[in-house]
């Protein structure tokens, strides 16, 4: 099994999608080890100089004017992680867990969070023995880190809570999966709770899947598009790299070259280039460029933020490499939960434009597309894919709402200290399902385009569009008499997901 090792450089997504999905064992160089050790004599010494110190030896938020014995400081800690262990709602899934997991080991790697190796030595335990802290969705407002969630991950941590073994989602006590893993539960010195629970590290993952996610709808979004040009029989003109040149953006060129390049060869196109009485086509396949490169554009902005934010430290306070211990706010969720919102508002457009070109290819309304109503085999007698239509008009309908931005809006918390919160976990959920709904609406349009194609026979599309047509057919045999579509859907936008275009 490959292996991904935590060292102080930054993560990539790749290794995220890994680890998340257990496809990969982690490790720890040496040299985070030695950061850590370093890191935490800078907490020691702080503990022995008298003065308070913010997560040391004070409590959190509006009680940090509170100063807290020695012989209290784990128990600080202890119950700082049970306390802010306040989730509720359904479990997250295992690869976000882990996926968040992998993320706050990472940046306690990186030698600025004063805790000892041994913490971030069990987190890896957890990991490579698959024990997957339960974690309810709900909780966090992303601003003093995602401290709900990250609690309920480190409860496990310290032997209390509930996990999930391997694939299984029937939970049993954290204690009884140490023990039969044979791992110890840890007891947490002075700031450790803190450098455990405050951070950014769920809606890192969140954003790191979101990604890898949006990669794969993207892909398949540019194949059904180019299907759906030689599915309406539509012109290619407005693809001439020269408009894209003069757009000036470079999202608008790469998807004009995408979709160019799947539709090299096409006989189809060249079939009624003369006498064809349509001047222009319509603006869900004429404009193809200017929207998918502008959600292009967006997804590049987020994939950006997200390479920044697995690089980061996004403890409170940070312990400096010549001691010092710096309080900021490097917790606070606005450099990421800002981007998910953007994809967030890219996926809407992915889809949307999708949907459209499905009504196209449905209502059959432009004789020169040479379609019948609905795709039917036999109109009147059979519906064909009339209500798949319906289906990712509903999608879309969700995804509007869902692209309104979560970050937008303010609701203070702890007494008035935390008064300017992301909510970027809500942004990170929201986007999560926005990509679901998305890839079953570009699942539609492969689906009605594939079928379409089989009116154009023996024409035949570029080789990359008859590519996903093959992938397409592999799962889903042509439409000859009525049956249900949600099958042929699901299995479409099972291979959306695998990453099969």
Same mark, same amino acid.
């Given at each position: 099994m490959p292996q991904v090792t935590l060292d102080t450089l930054p993560l990539n997504v790749a290794d995220v999608l890994a680890v998340a999905r257990a496809q990969a064992k982690v490790s720890i160089a040496p040299k985070s080890a030695q950061a850590m050790a370093s890191a935490r004599k800078g907490v020691d010494a702080a503990l022995r100089d008298g003065l308070a110190h913010y997560g040391l030896n004070t409590g959190f938020g509006s009680l940090a004017r509170t100063r807290i014995a020695g012989d209290q400081l784990r128990a600080l800690q202890r119950n700082l992680v049970r306390s802010h262990a306040a989730g509720v709602g359904e479990p997250l899934a295992t690869e976000v867990v882990r996926g968040t997991m992998l993320i706050l080991a990472a940046s306690l790697c990186r030698g600025l969070s004063g805790v000892r190796p041994v913490v971030v030595q069990t987190i890896v335990a957890f990991l490579n023995a698959g024990l997957t802290p339960v974690v309810p969705e709900v909780g966090s407002v992303g601003a003093s880190g995602d401290l709900a969630p990250l609690a309920h991950i480190a409860l496990a941590l310290?032997?209390?809570?509930?996990?999930?073994?391997?694939?299984? =989602?029937?939970?049993?006590?954290?204690?009884?999966?140490?023990?039969? !893993?044979?791992? @110890?539960? +840890?007891?947490?010195?002075?700031?450790?709770?803190?450098? /455990?629970?405050?951070?950014?590290?769920?809606?890192?993952?969140?954003?790191?899947?979101?990604?890898?996610?949006?990669?794969?709808?993207?892909?398949?979004?540019? !194949?059904?598009?180019?299907?759906?040009?030689?599915? &309406? $029989?539509?012109?290619?003109?407005?693809?001439?790299? $020269?408009?894209?040149?003069? $757009?000036?953006?470079?999202?608008?060129?790469?998807?004009?070259?995408?979709? =160019?390049?799947? +539709?090299?060869?096409?006989?189809?196109?060249? *079939?009624?280039?003369?006498?064809?009485? =349509?001047?222009? %086509?319509?603006?869900?396949?004429? &404009?193809?460029?200017?929207?998918?490169?502008?959600?292009?554009?967006?997804? @590049?902005?987020?994939?950006?933020?997200? #390479?920044?934010?697995?690089?980061?430290?996004?403890?409170?306070? /940070?312990?400096?490499?010549?001691?010092?211990?710096?309080?900021?706010?490097?917790?606070?969720?606005?450099?990421?939960?800002?981007?998910? %919102?953007?994809?967030?508002? #890219?996926?809407?457009?992915? !889809?949307?434009?999708?949907?459209?070109?499905?009504?196209?290819? +449905?209502?059959? !309304?432009?004789?020169?597309?040479?379609? $019948?109503?609905?795709?039917?085999?036999?109109?009147?007698? &059979? *519906?064909?894919?009339?209500?798949?239509?319906y289906t990712a008009a509903a999608c879309c309908n969700e995804i509007i709402g869902l692209a309104n931005p979560a970050s937008v809006v303010n609701l203070s918390t702890s007494a008035g200290m935390e008064d300017y919160n992301s909510f970027g976990p809500r942004s990170a959920a929201k986007v999560a399902r926005a990509l679901e709904l998305a890839t079953n609406v570009v699942a539609i349009e492969l689906l009605c385009a594939a079928q379409a194609l089989e009116y154009h026979r023996p024409l035949r599309s570029g080789k990359g569009v008859e590519k996903a047509f093959a992938a397409v057919r592999s799962v889903v045999p042509p439409l000859t008499d009525d049956r249900p579509p949600s099958p042929d859907i699901a299995a479409i936008a099972g291979l959306i997901r695998s990453g099969a275009f």
């Open positions: 310290i032997g209390d809570g509930e996990v999930f073994v391997g694939d299984s =989602r029937k939970p049993i006590s954290a204690a009884k999966a140490l023990a039969g !893993a044979k791992i @110890e539960s +840890l007891v947490l010195e002075a700031k450790e709770g803190l450098a /455990l629970i405050n951070g950014t590290h769920l809606m890192a993952a969140r954003a790191a899947l979101a990604m890898a996610d949006f990669d794969a709808l993207f892909t398949a979004a540019l !194949a059904a598009a180019a299907m759906s040009i030689d599915a &309406c $029989r539509a012109t290619d003109a407005f693809l001439d790299p $020269r408009a894209a040149a003069a $757009r000036n953006h470079p999202g608008v060129a790469f998807v004009a070259s995408s979709i =160019r390049t799947l +539709l090299k060869g096409s006989t189809i196109i060249p *079939s009624h280039r003369e006498d064809d009485p =349509r001047v222009q %086509d319509p603006y869900s396949l004429r &404009c193809m460029p200017q929207v998918l490169g502008a959600a292009h554009d967006a997804a @590049e902005f987020v994939r950006a933020s997200v #390479a920044f934010e697995l690089g980061a430290v996004t403890d409170n306070p /940070l312990v400096m490499k010549n001691g010092d211990l710096v309080s900021a706010g490097n917790f606070h969720g606005m450099p990421i939960a800002i981007p998910l %919102d953007t994809l967030a508002i #890219a996926v809407a457009h992915v !889809a949307g434009i999708s949907e459209r070109r499905t009504f196209l290819l +449905l209502a059959a !309304a432009d004789p020169e597309a040479h379609l $019948r109503p609905y795709l039917s085999p036999h109109p009147g007698v &059979c *519906s064909g894919l009339m209500i798949a239509q």
